[in-house]
Nanobody, 124 residues
Framework: QVQLVESGGGLVQAGGSLRLSCAASGRSFSSYTMGWFRQIPGKEREFVARVSASGGSTHYADFVKGRFTISRDNARNTVYLQMNSLKPEDTAVYSC?????????????????WGQGTQVTVSS
């Protein structure tokens, strides 16, 4: 099991950038596929991006392709989400989660070990 803590959120103007971090405690981080999701009040978590355990493979939701980049540093037990060209509709609480084993998942129920999330607010 790993415990996850997100950071890096904040208030930014449209067109700006933020880099989110998800720091993991525990020895097995490098065996987890990691994902970023976002959630607004009243809605379910929405898939944003996924990175494989090794970091060699990534997958993005269509609405962030070309704007967001997910990466990880297994030596630092951290996964990142670089967000560029932010839009007001990107406003949400962003959380990271992970899973071990086979499968390429984009639904939140397949992930676990959720952090508390970090708020991203994009003003117009």
């Amino acid at each position: 099991q790993v415990q996850l803590v997100e950071s890096g959120g904040g208030l930014v103007q449209a067109g700006g950038s933020l880099r989110l971090s998800c720091a993991a405690s525990g020895r097995s981080f490098s065996s987890y596929t990691m994902g970023w999701f976002r959630q607004i009040p009243g809605k379910e978590r929405e898939f944003v991006a996924r990175v494989s355990a090794s970091g060699g493979s990534t997958h993005y939701a269509d609405f962030v392709k070309g704007r967001f980049t997910i990466s990880r540093d297994n030596a630092r037990n951290t996964v990142y989400l670089q967000m560029n060209s932010l839009k007001p509709e990107d406003t949400a609480v962003y959380s990271c989660g992970g899973y071990r084993g086979l499968g390429l998942f984009t639904t939140a129920r397949q992930y676990g070990n959720w952090g508390q999330g970090t708020q991203v607010t994009v003003s117009s």
